[in-house]
């Protein structure tokens, strides 16, 4: 489990994932990869686009749909498959961070699904034993 | 796999079952679910029960907590969950009740074709629609809204678009609120939702949205259908979109502000999906303003799809759309706040009606009704899933008094994407609705693939339900012969 990074959850009409991470700031970006790969093929995403990203909550679940509703926003906005996500700062309750990835070429990227948003359903970031920390979300699909 | 839900389910008949209060802490009313005996065991199988008495918490809430017998499990409300709140008595509006596809609904356009008339051309017609109308992941609209143009739209709806040359000038005629919902305020939508909106203006999207012709196979109840202009073997396109990135992001904005809004006011709900804030907060009146604009987004997104259909058409048949009867039959929005006055307990009140995958069926004599159907009351657009075709309902006077005038939308989910993924492994799809008599078009195989027939329920059992328990009746089925899929 320790390397295990995301996994799917089933969801009757939508798609959840738990994400884990050793840090807080690795769970944010696994959440975020898990999130991609529900998107698109990542495989052959190539690094051609950087962009900074700062978001805040009221706490660390309500940061953690808020950055995944940022980074769904620059999907569709910029039209980019986002594949690594660096956190550089992460406090109570803000985040900035630099996400990469390559504009959307249908000839080359496989897309599997428009993930709308990231809901507040059930939502959990919790620290489940000393440096392993787990989250959980749903996507409206 | 989801939770098997045990709680408490005490049948009232055979049609309706009704979740106590006193089951869970902080119900203000009880829960009731529109089924069949055998569809509930189904419905125990996941969290959607529970939704229903998480919903029956909201502050303000009146009558029940209602969930259709397309229920399934969704995030906050359930799908097909219907709520009403007091707006004089501090009632709130909830974003996660309205959901991320605002407006999200269904246009169903009738022809003078018939079936004969359509099929010799019918791949032909096909190619040219899906050449006509953007479809899929991230597709672009043929037109780009100025911003000046998108905030226009979003006070005036399908109204703007109809105005610019996209319609007949009488097709708003025939659109729910006449394609634009009053309390729009453009102020209130956010430069990201903008920027989403600008170039989707007109597009399909992809998921469970689609375009469908259709041929009338069953005339139920032929009095009603007649008041309709429906006849047997006449050809249909039924039109199910939304409001695309637009509302999504709507939604995303509001419910944020929604977080933080509850702690102000000292809301508790038992979801976060559920965060609301009373209809008169100034949370509340900027997320109703802000919706409505989506809400008008999704029928002028409606109306720019129905103008290409008509061009498609035109350049099949070499005919004029007016020649071949391209004719709005109805519009309903199937994911929408409201405001709207129901009587409750015998007193008549102010209400905003929350639906969330669940459609307006207004009965006969209501002022919402366009004219023409108005003896009759109010059709109901049902579309089934790929394989099985659609239902049009009427809405009646039981409706008015039981359900705030509300009825079900469409089959509902049934079994998981990923389920549905492993069972659709390895299969042609399009193959296997070609020998149904369907031929289908889309731009995403998986798609596809996770919109199979059986992953929802049988759309004609819960028409039967909406049918038997007296929310609305059946006048006609329209079986399916081409599918577009984003």
Redesign the interface.
């Known amino acids: 489990m320790a390397t295990e990074k995301f996994r799917?959850l089933?969801?009757?009409?939508?798609?959840g994932i738990m994400a884990w991470g050793k840090t807080l700031a690795k769970l944010f970006a696994n959440a975020a990869l898990g999130m991609f790969s529900l998107i698109g093929e990542l495989d052959r995403v190539e690094n051609r686009f950087t962009t900074q990203v700062a978001v805040d909550?009221?706490d660390y679940?309500?940061l953690l749909?808020?950055w995944l509703?940022e980074l769904?926003?620059l999907f569709?906005?910029e039209?980019v498959l986002l594949k690594e996500f660096t956190i550089q700062d992460l406090g109570q309750y803000y985040l900035k961070g630099i996400v990469s990835g390559e504009p959307?070429d249908v000839a080359k990227h496989t897309?599997?699904?428009?993930v709308?948003?990231?809901?507040?359903?059930?939502?959990k970031v919790e620290k489940i034993r000393p440096q392993l920390w787990r989250a959980q979300v749903?996507f409206?699909? | 796999?989801?939770e098997v839900w045990n709680g408490p389910l005490r049948k009232l008949d055979d049609w309706r079952w009704i979740i106590p209060r006193e089951y869970k802490k902080g119900m203000l009313v009880e829960g009731i679910i529109y089924a069949s005996e055998r569809m509930i065991q189904a419905i125990r199988k996941?969290q959607?029960p529970e939704q229903v008495a998480n919903v029956a918490c909201l502050p303000g809430i009146v009558g029940r907590s209602m969930a259709m017998p397309d229920i399934?499990?969704?995030?906050?409300f359930p799908?097909g969950g219907v709520a009403g709140t007091d707006v004089e008595e501090g009632g709130v509006i909830s974003p996660?009740g309205v959901?991320?596809?605002i407006n999200c609904g269904v246009r169903l356009l009738k022809t003078q074709l018939t079936e004969d008339d359509v099929k010799p051309y019918l791949e032909k017609l096909v190619t040219v629609l899906f050449r006509n109308i953007p479809s899929g992941?991230?597709s672009e609209g043929k037109i780009s809204f100025s911003l000046q143009d998108l905030k226009k739209a979003m006070v005036e709806g399908a109204q703007f678009v109809i105005k610019k040359g996209f319609g007949f000038p009488h097709d708003g005629e025939y659109i729910e609120e006449r394609g634009a919902l009053r309390g729009a305020d453009p102020e209130m939508v956010s430069a990201?939702a903008m920027?989403?909106g600008k170039d989707q203006v007109g597009t399909l999207?992809?998921?469970n949205h689609f375009l469908e012709i259709e041929v009338v196979e069953r005339v139920f109840r032929p009095d009603i259908a007649a008041v309709f202009g429906l006849f047997s073997r006449q050809v249909l396109i039924m039109i199910h979109t939304g409001s695309r990135?637009f509302g999504?992001?709507i939604?995303?904005d509001y419910?944020?502000k929604m977080?933080?809004a509850m702690?102000r006011y000292g809301i508790k709900v038992p979801?976060?999906?559920l965060?609301c804030a009373s209809f008169d907060s100034p949370e509340g009146q900027a997320y109703f303003a802000a919706m409505a604009c989506a809400a008008n987004f999704a029928w002028a997104n409606r109306q720019l799809i129905t103008h290409w259909v008509r061009e498609s058409f035109e350049e099949v048949f070499g005919r004029s759309a007016h020649h071949l009867g391209i004719e709005v039959l109805y519009d309903v929005a199937h994911n929408i706040a409201k405001i709207e006055e129901h009587v409750v307990e015998g007193k008549k009140r102010k209400l905003c009606v929350h639906r969330k995958g669940a459609t307006r069926a207004f009965g006969a004599g209501e002022e919402g009704v366009p004219e023409v159907y108005r003896q009759v009351g109010q059709p109901v657009l049902i579309p089934g899933d790929m394989g099985t075709g659609s239902y049009i309902l009427v809405g009646t006077e039981l409706a008015m008094q039981e359900t705030f005038g509300s009825t079900c939308h469409g089959a509902g989910?049934?079994?998981?994407?990923?389920?549905a993924d492993r069972v659709s492994r390895g299969r042609d799809i399009p193959s296997e609705l070609l020998r149904k008599g369907i031929l289908v078009i889309a731009e995403?195989k998986?798609?596809l693939r996770?919109e199979i027939p059986e992953a929802y329920k049988d759309v004609g059992e819960v028409v039967k339900v909406v049918e038997e328990a007296g929310i609305s009746k059946r006048v006609i089925y329209a079986r399916p012969i081409a599918v577009i899929k984003g």
């Open positions: 799917i089933d969801h009757t009409a939508d798609i909550g009221n679940e309500d749909v808020t509703n769904l926003y569709e906005a039209g959307i897309i599997h699904r428009v709308k948003a990231c809901t507040y359903y059930e939502v749903y409206d699909i | 796999m989801a996941d959607a399934h499990w969704g995030y906050g799908i996660g959901g991320f596809d992941v991230g990201k920027e989403r999207g992809s998921g990135g999504h992001q939604c995303t419910l944020e977080q933080s702690g979801d976060r999906q965060s989910r049934m079994m998981s994407r990923s389920e995403s998986a798609t996770e």
